[in-house]
């Protein structure tokens, strides 16, 4: 049995009593030291561990020169189409645009490296959606949602949001959207150069690349005005959030107690089950 079932299998109880207070501290006492160990790491998201994976020397000097490539991908393409662009298309434009500069090889096979480490290694257990590195987003299935420089997938997630909006308000915004590959790639490398190169605290933080069902169907909100806290706990104390889970739209992947290695976060809305 591999780590994430037994961490799983093991948090059960907790998961289903994660809306109370009191029925998780009593829960405590029957954490074992190895949950303790998982629960410290989520709830300190942002603190070193021991057994974080770093990366140092050359594997960091990578990391950092790879992260910069992609920021002028970005501002040559455009923050939006950033978010559908695809693996090739961007060493694409690295190859034929100067401003960008072509990725050495060297870059891309790290950029492969990171894609196809098992995630598990960095301390994060969650499934992989996307098996390709290659795999794209088809830009005639989004739609760009105005005002927001995000796109949403056709179909339930586009009717989930418009529903969202039309039953809260205005006050409700979509903070983030579709995010193709590079997209991912380039949060969690971003990530993880604020964090000295540390891929664990990275993936607890963000999914790694190929594990966001951002590339495929969910998708965050926040509230208008709210900015950088939107994606943090506070934005569960905002009366959009209440409003949220009294209409019963808060399906959270990632809860406070999830078995797959990653923060509390109650602004990611679930829609592919």
């Known amino acids: 049995m591999d780590r994430r079932t037994v961490l799983k299998s093991i948090l059960i109880g907790t998961t289903a009593l994660s809306a109370s207070p009191s029925l998780l501290a009593a829960s405590k006492a029957d954490e074992s030291s190895q949950v303790k160990d998982y629960l410290s790491k989520i709830r300190n998201f942002n603190q070193h561990f021991d057994d974080d994976v770093i990366l140092t020397g050359r594997k960091l000097r990578l990391l950092k020169t790879v992260v910069a490539r992609l920021k002028r991908v970005q501002r040559f393409v455009g923050y939006a189409n950033f978010s559908l662009l ?47 590195i290659t795999a794209g987003v088809s830009k005639r299935d989004t739609i760009k949602v105005p005002y927001t420089g995000n796109y949403l997938f056709r179909g339930d997630s586009l009717h989930l949001y418009e529903k969202i909006r039309r039953d809260i308000g205005k006050s409700i915004v979509l903070t983030s959207g579709v995010r193709g590959i590079m997209k991912q790639i380039y949060l969690f490398l971003s990530k993880a150069v604020r964090s000295n190169g540390n891929l664990s605290m990275a993936s607890r933080s963000l999914a790694p690349p190929g594990h966001s069902f951002h590339g495929n169907g ?24 209440k409003k949220l889970e009294e209409l019963g739209y808060i399906r959270i992947r990632y809860h406070e107690n999830n078995p797959f290695g990653v923060r509390f976060e109650p602004w990611h809305v679930k829609v592919i089950a």
């Open 86 to 132: 695809s693996f090739d298309k961007a060493l694409y434009f690295a190859r034929n645009y100067s401003k960008i500069g072509n990725f050495s090889k060297e870059e891309i096979q790290f950029l492969e490296e990171i894609f196809y480490t098992n995630s598990n290694d960095y301390g994060f257990y969650g499934e992989k959606v996307t098996k390709n």
């Open 218 to 241: 969910d998708f965050d909100v926040g509230k208008t005005g709210f900015g950088s806290r939107n994606f943090t706990e506070d934005f569960a104390g905002t009366t959009e959030f």
